[in-house]
Structure formats: structure tokens, C-alpha cells
């Protein structure tokens, strides 16, 4: 035994020697089949891991989930904003130290794809460009525009150089095959005419130049240049055809779920059709697939793009937003890889012959010295076909393939799904004060409404809500004030209404200090009764955003905020209050004052409160908390609180927001897999809270004296928050 050990060792040790002392420059290109790695054709099963939507603890176990699924390749967009939040200072800390994410990716002997962009869309705040190249004047983005592509260049050769100073392209005896400039661009070139055009091939140029030494692919980009790879992004990829025929035909993103809004039911991908359509990609000549994603994860803090994208990025995921493999989607995915791999050499090196087997029945062959594999498909939406291939019969039900690594025998069916579903609970658990301090002690702090301080701005106009705050809060103040003379009520008793335009995302109107009115939406008309004095009355409205727009042509110049505010039922008919006097004041004082931050280095006066107020609007909650037992992942159970955000220690936990999703959203409890997916085919929970339970990471925890801190927007009760532990109560995987 001890001399088997040390043999291991031993022999691990000269391995440990081989990979990181003498790093060996590989050599990667391809041709019309596939990547070509040292000379071999390569079939590469992709997952895309996005690493700032976990944290570093997660890193190592989310990678090794991704190995044992049988995955080569980890996928990564580079998220620019989070890595210079303000131009030439970078950030490359905590969730957003790419090197070490890297590291972890190559230690586990992955292959890495690296998807620079650096517009990425990814449902990420403006799609990952930092919001001040918006301001710099003369930028448009994404077209042949000198400010966009100096800073695009920039950025794209720091983060190349980066990882040349760490060896991490294959060129260099690391693990990074392939890395990606612009993102989806091809879809929406036309829109910016010549200069969508120009700036394309600027783009490939530019990446090119970069010098890495391993090839570059750009997504859904028809035209492509001869030595720029481009890809396919779909729910199927079977029928994509790369830009000329020297190039191979790669799947960048195969979405095995979809992204969820707040206000609308989950959506799912049932595991029989994501492993059609990765089948029918094979079958059809794919080489490269990754799936988008492969673990989903959260947006912490106000990372979510959107708009009212919501803080959880699960994305009905393999890996659920928590870490734990997702079964059986999991699972049957590994054993669709194993399946695959079995046929590699004859896939990328045999001929291909086509066989009609009926008029939805097809099947492929691929023949090489001697081997022959077969992928048989039925590709009939509702009816299961016998076939006959090669004399022998094969039951294929519908919508389905099956593989034949040799064939003869079907080694794996999609739509036969054999391993075990699992249970996953949220187990409650009440918060609990730190060791020995028994009750929990809340502390409280109140915003006032309106401007607080001296104003940021005013002026007769009411201003784009985006271009006064640059994002650096989701909040925007507007008040003014107007004189009402007691004869202009109505004698009947109506109200005057208040009617606010807004092009969104969220609104709340204090009239006179009380919260009278909301609305939220992509665009806003709000129309209330309000309760107004005669004399002087102050209005002041609460404009918030939820997440920016992340993709589009000239996306960046997409505005929020109030553009008309009136009142009417009045004697003399109404008021236009557009072009009053409106005072601004970006964000709110505990913002100003980071109360939420750890260290407490802040001239907020918490309130100590034995009974918090509940319902009450503009509200801070503060109270230190003992972690949760065990050693299962966390999340908060927001459903007592209404809409605002939540932090941990310090660190951002994200938006919360109560909103229900409505009844007449398609939803499903079983989920048909045959025919095209789409996002609304197959949702759950309608009419229930669309999202309730928020992650908070395990490491972000401490032995004791942990603090939470929230900040309610319109009213909660916070004594009925919980943790809940997600505990997976059967069918763990082997
Ligand atoms: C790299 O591989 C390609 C294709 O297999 C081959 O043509 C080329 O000579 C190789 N380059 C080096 C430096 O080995
Ligand atoms: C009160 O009077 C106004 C203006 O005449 C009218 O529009 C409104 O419907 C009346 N309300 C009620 C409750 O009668
Ligand atoms: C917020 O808006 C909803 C929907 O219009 C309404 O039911 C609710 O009473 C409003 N709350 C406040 C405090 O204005
Ligand atoms: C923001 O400000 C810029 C410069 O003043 C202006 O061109 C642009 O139209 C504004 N955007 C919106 C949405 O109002």
C-alpha cells in the first residue's frame, strides 16, 4: 500500500512536471472538420462558467462538476465594465480575478475558450461596456468610431497581454484554444450601414494583430474573414453553415435554458431536447459545442442587464445557480458526451454517407479504417418510428437520435432519459442573532423623501434619468413644487390625479412626503388619485432603474427616467408640471454613506428598533446574524419584502423584488420535449413570485457576526425574512 502510495506520488509529481515546468507550446489551427490540436482533429464539449457570477470558493468545484460531465472546455466572456470601472483603472479582484479563474480551469487540464467581446450583451449591465465610454464625447458603440475603438482596442490588448504574461494561450504551452472579439454583431451589421462594415473587419483585424497564436471566432458573423472562425448561436445549430468552406462549424452557444425577468414565470429546457439538438449538431458535422450556460449563476449586485433581468442567472442550467448538478439535465448530458466520444476518430476523420430512413428518419454514417458509426434520427414532432438501418430494426421515438458507435448498437437515445431526477428543497431557517446575544436586534434607517442635501442639479426640464446618475445608483430623485389654491379642488370629492410618463423602469411618487403612487415598465404611464393641500405641495418622484439594456443597435442611447408629469381633476382643468422647476439628487444618502459596508466608517445614525417598522417605504434594515447551520448553499426567502437591495458583510447580494409573475403566462408542470424549443414553451410558476430566494455565498459568511443590511424601497416586513438552506433530498449523483 505505503509503496503503491508513494509510487503515485512519485509518478503524479513527474506529471505535475510535465504540465507546468515544460509547458509544451501546442499547436492549434483548423481546417473545414474541426479545431486541430498537435496535428489531431479534436471534438470539444464546451460549458460556458461566467466567473463573476459565482465567487472564488465556487471556482474549483464548478469546474471539477463541469470535468465529471464530461465537459473539455470552459467558456468565458471577459466582462469589461466589472474590469475597468473607470477608464485605465482595473479591476481584477475577488469575482473578477480572471487569472485565477483560469488557473483553476487549466489545473483541472481544460481547455479554455475566451470570449473577450468586449461587448458581450450576456444579460450583463449594458452588455458588459463600462457605462462612461458612453460619455466620451463623440463614442458610438460597436460601429467605425474612433473613441469606441481606441478604448475596444485598449481593453482587448490588456486583456491579451494579461495572459501572455501568465502563458495561458495554447501558443504558449497553456490552455486558452480559441478566443472570441465582438459578439453577435453579423445580426445587426446592416443597422450601422458602411460603418457596421468597416467596423466589423476593423474588429478581426485588430484581434488579429493580437498576435496570440490560437485561432480567432467571432459569433454570427456571416462574413467573417478567412482567418477568423465564425459561429453559430441558437437553440439549434444542426443546419448552420460556417462562411466559407474552409472553416469548421462551431456551436458558441447552445442554450440549455433561458434567462428569467422579474414579473415572469421560469423558464425550462427539458433535457430530451437540448440532448437532440447537441446530437443533431454532431450528426450534422459539428465539431465544437458549448453550452450557454453550463452554470448560470446569479448577478450580484446590479450586474443584471436588461432591463428586470432578475438577480438569479440559473438559466435552467446543468449546474443550478447554487452549484449542485441538476438532474437528471446533468447527467443525461454526461452520458450524451460519453456517447459522443466513443465516436470521435470516425466522426472527424471518416467520410460521411446520407440515409433517408422515412420522411422524418435520417440517418448519417461515417466510415474510417475499418469503423463505422451511425446517428439514426427521427426528427417527427409527435409520432416514435421503426426503422430498419442495416437490416436490423430500431424503435426511434420521436423527436429523438440515437447513437451507433459502431453501427449496430445504441449505446444512447435522447429522448431516453435513465438517471435519476433529483428533489431539491429550500429548507427555511429563521434568522438567528450571533452566538449568545439571543433576540435579533434590528436597526433602522429612514430616507426621507425627495432631495436630500444640496441638490445635484436643477432645471425647468425633466432630464434623462441614465445621462444625470451614469449608473452609479439605480436611484434618481425629481421634485418641485407647486401651489394649489383651495378653490381648485373638485366640490364633488374627487381627487386630483397625478399622471407620470416615464421611459422606465420604476417609479414612486411621494406627495408631501407620502408615498401616493408606483408603476414600473419599459415605459411608464401612471395615472393615481392623490391627496394634495391647498397651499404649497411638494412632489417628489423616485426614479429607479433595473439593470441597463444590454444588446441592440445603439442600445446605449436607450434613456429611462420621467418625461411628462402632470395633474389633473382640478377646477381649471390641470397643472403640466414638465417644465417646472425639478431639483435632482442622484442616489440616496445611505448610498452616499456606504451604510452598507462592513467597516460601519459612516455618519448614518442607525436606530435601534426591539420591533422594526413594517410597510414602511425608503427604509434601511440592519441586524447581525449567526451563519446557517450546515454546510448546504444559502439563500434569503425575500417574499415578506417588496422591492430594493439586499448586501451581506459588504458585499452586494443583488435586487430583490417581490413581483409576481402573471397567471397567463404559458406555464407547464409537464413539459412536452418534442418539436422546437422555445423560451415560453415550457415555464413554471405562474402566478407565484418570480423570483424569491437570492444566493448568498457560503464564503461570504464568517463564524459570527455577519451583517445584513437591506434597503426596502416601498414597504416590508423584515422580521419574516429567512435564510433557506437548498438541500438536495434525493437521487445525488454517483
Ligand atoms: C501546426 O499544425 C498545422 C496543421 O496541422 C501544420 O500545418 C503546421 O505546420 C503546424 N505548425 C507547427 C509550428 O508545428
Ligand atoms: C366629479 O366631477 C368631475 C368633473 O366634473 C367628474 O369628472 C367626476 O367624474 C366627478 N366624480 C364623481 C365621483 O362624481
Ligand atoms: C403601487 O402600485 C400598485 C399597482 O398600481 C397599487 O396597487 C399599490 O396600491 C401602489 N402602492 C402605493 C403605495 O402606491
Ligand atoms: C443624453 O445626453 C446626450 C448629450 O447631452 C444627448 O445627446 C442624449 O440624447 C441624451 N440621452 C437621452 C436618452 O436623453
Redesign the pocket.
Given at each position: 500500500m505505503a509503496k503503491n502510495a508513494g509510487l503515485l506520488i512519485l509518478s503524479l509529481s513527474f506529471l505535475f512536471f510535465l504540465f507546468f515546468s515544460v509547458a509544451v507550446s501546442r499547436n492549434v489551427t483548423f481546417d473545414h472538420r474541426s479545431l486541430i490540436i498537435d496535428g489531431q482533429r479534436k471534438l470539444l464539449i464546451s460549458a460556458s462558467i461566467h466567473y463573476p457570477r459565482s465567487v472564488p470558493a465556487m471556482w474549483p468545484d464548478l469546474v471539477a462538476a463541469a470535468k465529471r460531465g464530461g465537459v473539455d472546455v470552459i467558456e468565458t466572456y471577459v466582462f469589461w465594465n466589472g474590469h475597468e470601472p473607470s477608464p485605465g483603472q482595473y479591476y481584477f479582484e475577488d469575482r473578477f480575478d480572471l487569472v485565477r479563474f483560469a488557473k483553476i480551469v487549466r489545473d483541472a487540464g481544460m481547455y479554455m475558450i475566451l470570449r473577450i467581446g468586449p461587448f458581450v450583451a450576456a444579460e450583463w449591465n449594458y452588455g458588459g461596456v463600462p457605462v462612461w465610454l458612453h460619455y466620451v464625447p463623440g463614442t458610438v458603440f460597436r460601429t467605425d468610431n474612433e473613441p469606441f475603438k481606441s478604448h475596444m482596442a485598449s481593453f482587448t490588448t490588456f486583456i491579451v497581454q494579461m495572459m501572455k504574461r501568465e502563458n495561458l494561450f495554447a501558443s504558449q504551452g497553456g490552455h486558452i484554444i480559441l478566443a472570441q472579439i465582438e459578439n453577435e454583431y453579423g445580426d445587426i451589421e446592416s443597422v450601422y450601414g458602411d460603418g457596421g462594415r468597416s467596423y466589423s473587419r476593423w474588429a478581426a483585424n485588430m484581434a488579429l494583430s493580437q498576435n496570440i497564436g490560437v485561432p480567432w471566432i467571432m459569433c454570427q458573423q456571416y462574413d467573417a474573414p478567412d482567418n477568423v472562425i465564425n459561429t453559430c448561436n441558437s437553440f439549434y445549430c444542426d443546419q448552420f453553415k460556417p462562411s466559407s468552406a474552409n472553416k469548421p462549424k462551431f456551436w458558441t452557444e447552445n442554450w440549455p435554458g433561458w434567462f428569467q425577468n422579474f414579473g415572469t414565470a421560469k423558464p425550462h429546457r427539458p433535457p430530451e431536447d437540448i440532448a437532440f439538438a447537441v446530437a443533431r449538431f454532431f450528426q450534422k458535422g459539428g465539431s465544437l459545442q458549448n453550452y450557454y450556460m453550463y452554470h448560470g449563476g446569479t448577478n450580484f449586485g446590479r450586474t443584471s442587464g436588461g432591463p428586470f433581468i432578475t438577480t438569479s442567472y440559473d438559466y435552467d442550467a446543468p449546474i443550478d445557480e447554487y452549484g449542485l448538478v441538476r438532474l437528471p439535465k446533468w447527467s443525461h448530458l454526461k452520458e450524451l458526451h460519453e456517447a459522443i466520444k466513443l465516436c470521435e476518430q470516425t466522426l472527424l476523420y471518416g467520410t460521411s454517407k446520407f440515409l433517408s430512413l422515412g420522411s422524418h428518419q435520417e440517418a448519417d454514417i461515417f466510415e474510417h479504417s475499418g469503423k463505422c458509426v451511425a446517428f439514426l434520427a427521427n426528427v417527427d414532432e409527435r409520432n416514435d418510428k421503426l426503422v430498419i438501418f442495416r437490416n436490423v430494426r430500431y424503435n426511434l421515438p420521436a423527436w429523438s437520435v440515437s447513437i451507433l458507435p459502431d453501427c449496430k448498437n445504441v449505446v444512447f437515445n435522447t429522448a431516453k432519459v435513465r438517471s435519476q431526477n433529483s428533489r431539491v428543497e429550500m429548507v427555511p431557517e429563521n434568522l438567528k442573532a450571533s452566538a449568545g446575544s439571543g433576540k435579533l436586534s434590528w436597526q433602522v434607517y429612514t430616507e426621507k423623501a425627495g432631495v436630500w442635501g444640496a441638490p445635484d442639479l436643477i432645471k425647468n426640464e425633466l432630464v434623462d434619468h441614465i445621462n444625470t446618475t451614469k449608473d452609479t445608483t439605480d436611484y434618481l430623485w425629481y421634485t418641485t413644487s407647486f401651489y394649489i389654491d383651495g378653490n381648485e379642488f373638485l366640490s364633488n370629492g374627487s381627487l386630483p390625479i397625478l399622471m407620470v410618463e416615464s421611459k422606465g423602469h420604476a417609479v414612486?411618487?411621494f406627495v408631501n412626503g407620502q408615498?401616493?403612487?408606483?408603476?414600473s415598465g419599459y415605459t411608464i404611464k401612471?395615472e393615481?388619485p392623490i391627496t394634495l393641500r391647498a397651499g404649497v405641495n411638494e412632489i417628489a418622484l423616485l426614479s429607479m432603474t433595473v439593470g441597463l439594456q444590454n444588446a441592440g443597435p445603439f442600445y446605449e442611447w436607450l434613456g429611462a427616467g420621467l418625461t411628462s408629469v402632470k395633474i389633473s381633476g382640478l377646477r381649471n382643468g390641470g397643472l403640466d408640471l414638465s417644465g417646472a422647476a425639478w431639483a435632482y439628487k442622484i442616489g440616496l444618502v445611505g448610498e452616499h454613506q456606504n451604510i452598507f459596508k462592513a467597516d460601519g466608517n459612516h455618519d448614518v445614525r442607525w436606530t435601534p428598533a426591539s420591533d422594526p417598522p413594517k410597510n414602511q417605504?425608503l427604509t434601511w434594515y440592519k441586524v447581525e446574524v449567526a451563519p446557517p447551520q450546515g454546510n448546504e448553499p444559502v439563500a434569503l426567502d425575500m417574499q415578506s419584502m417588496w422591492k430594493g437591495q439586499a448586501w451581506l458583510n459588504g458585499k452586494a447580494i443583488g435586487r430583490y423584488w417581490s413581483l409576481t409573475s402573471s397567471v397567463y403566462n404559458k406555464c407547464t408542470q409537464n413539459c412536452d420535449y418534442r418539436g422546437p424549443f422555445s423560451p415560453d414553451k415550457c415555464r413554471t410558476g405562474c402566478g407565484e413570485i418570480s423570483q424569491r430566494w437570492y444566493h448568498v455565498p457560503r464564503s461570504w459568511f464568517q463564524p459570527s457576526g455577519n451583517t445584513l443590511v437591506f434597503f426596502e424601497e416601498?414597504?416590508g416586513d423584515p422580521t419574516r425574512i429567512t435564510f433557506a438552506r437548498r438541500r438536495v433530498t434525493a437521487g445525488a449523483p454517483a
Open positions: 414612486q411618487a408615498l401616493q403612487a408606483n408603476s401612471l393615481a417605504p416601498k414597504g
